[in-house]
């Protein structure tokens, strides 16, 4: 059989609807925090940060987008204040990773565990209950 480039357009479409339901799901799971504000629990989204990893010579990018979860909705208006702070360091700490720890899993946990740790130090709190991917995207 012959494969033609029409084969990976279908498999990019497909991957791309999968992404979309679990990047609806980080939203609702969004509006569930604040309507749910009794809990306290509120996830706070942050899109759209985009560098060149570590070793590339900027010919391939990481688009990421983070949703994370805080323990009170006044964490979350300090959050927002802060914001700026945590997008440089979401930059540093993902620019600073090259392809090969990028899409390792276990690295990607790593990650997790150093983004949660950093931007608890940025708020001053323990406060930041979970990171989660809602997004990632290496090309």
């Known amino acids: 059989m012959k494969s033609s480039g029409g084969d990976q357009t279908e498999a990019s479409a497909n991957a791309e609807e999968t992404a979309k339901p679990a990047h609806k799901k980080a939203e609702h799971k969004k509006k569930e925090g ?28 990481l688009s990421a987008s983070f949703g994370f979860e805080l323990d009170s909705p006044e964490l979350a208006a300090e959050f927002e204040e802060r914001e700026p702070l945590v997008r440089d360091a979401l930059i540093t700490i993902l620019s600073s990773k090259t392809v090969a ?3 390792d899993v276990k690295q990607k946990e790593i990650m997790r565990y150093q983004i949660k740790k950093r931007v608890s ?14 997004d990632f995207v290496l090309q």
Do not use: C, H, W
Not at 46 to 59: E, L, Q, R, W
Not at 128 to 134: D, I, N, Q, R, S
């Open 101 to 103: 720890q990028l899409t």
């Open 34 to 61: 604040k309507e749910g504000e009794a809990n306290g629990a509120v996830v706070y989204a942050i899109k759209d940060i985009v560098v060149n990893p570590a070793g590339t010579g900027g010919s391939r990018f």
């Open 121 to 134: 130090q940025l708020m001053g709190t323990d406060g930041v209950e979970a990171v989660y991917y809602t």
